[in-house]
């Protein structure tokens, strides 16, 4: 079982650029949810995806936007980057139903994004 | 407002002795608990989880965690920590249903040095 992917590793962009970021989850699991890690600082969440739509969203702009694949995988897009938005962006994705573990995220290693 | 709270921003412990990380949170409704690890440029990985029953918890690696509802604690414990354990530490909690079902609040993290 691969667990959690994600691509790429770490990315470099420049202010005003649009970057997409890809998350494949373990596999059985249905829903993705997307972090930002800034430095010396807790995952934040940013948005959830199921059954390819945004089911809850966190407090972050629109310039923020994903996409949930047939095959469960996801994109997170951000525009117009911000110097603020350098962080590590983290995939989490969870089973469904039944039994609690669908509450339990089973996070990537996460794409470190530095904007310049 | 859900809020997790981990006072101490850096611990320092020595090999083998006994270590005990403090979390304290905020959330309206019974909470779901968790504590990750995240070793340097790695994603988190689940230490262990509480949502009911027993409130102390076994984990992996030797972790446990007990929660405490009159003092909104749950704090993770280990009784001889191994140089392996440096990392940083985090606190999160979640719903158990609803609406915001599968997202996660997390502290700002514990960065755990341990000596020779």
């Known amino acids: 079982d691969a667990g959690v992917t994600q691509s790429p590793t770490h990315l470099i962009k420049t202010r005003g650029q649009q970057v997409t970021l890809r998350c494949s989850p373990k596999?059985?699991?249905?829903?993705v949810s997307w972090y930002q890690q800034a430095l010396g600082q807790g995952p934040q969440f940013i948005f959830q995806?199921?059954?390819?739509?945004?089911?809850q969203r966190g407090n972050f702009p629109d310039r923020f936007s994903g996409h949930q694949f047939p095959n469960y995988s996801s994109e997170l897009n951000v525009n117009a980057l911000l110097l603020g938005d350098s962080a590590l962006y983290l995939c989490?994705?969870?089973?469904?139903?039944?039994?609690?573990?669908?509450?339990?995220?089973?996070f990537g290693p996460g794409t470190r994004l530095t904007v310049l | 407002a859900q809020s997790v709270t981990q006072p101490d921003i850096h611990i320092t412990v020595s090999e083998g002795a006994s270590l005990e990380l403090r979390c304290n949170y905020s959330?309206?409704?019974?909470?779901?608990l968790f504590w990750y690890v995240q070793s340097p440029g790695q994603g988190l990985q689940l230490l262990l989880k509480?949502?009911?029953?027993?409130?102390l918890v076994q984990g992996i690696k030797g972790f446990e965690a007990e929660f405490k509802r009159s003092q909104s604690s749950f704090n993770l414990r280990k009784p001889s920590v191994h140089w392996s354990d440096a990392a940083e530490y985090f606190c999160?909690?979640?719903?158990?249903?609803?609406?915001?079902?599968?997202?996660?609040?997390f502290g700002r993290g514990t960065q755990l040095t341990v000596w020779p």
């Open positions: 989490a994705s969870s089973p469904p139903p039944p039994g609690l573990d669908y509450n339990e995220q089973f």
């Open positions: 596999s059985g699991h249905d829903t």
């Open positions: 995806y199921y059954e390819e739509e945004e089911r």
């Open positions: 959330y309206g409704a019974t909470p779901y």
């Open positions: 509480y949502f009911s029953g027993d409130t």
């Open positions: 999160a909690v979640g719903a158990l249903g609803g609406s915001t079902l599968g997202r996660l609040y």
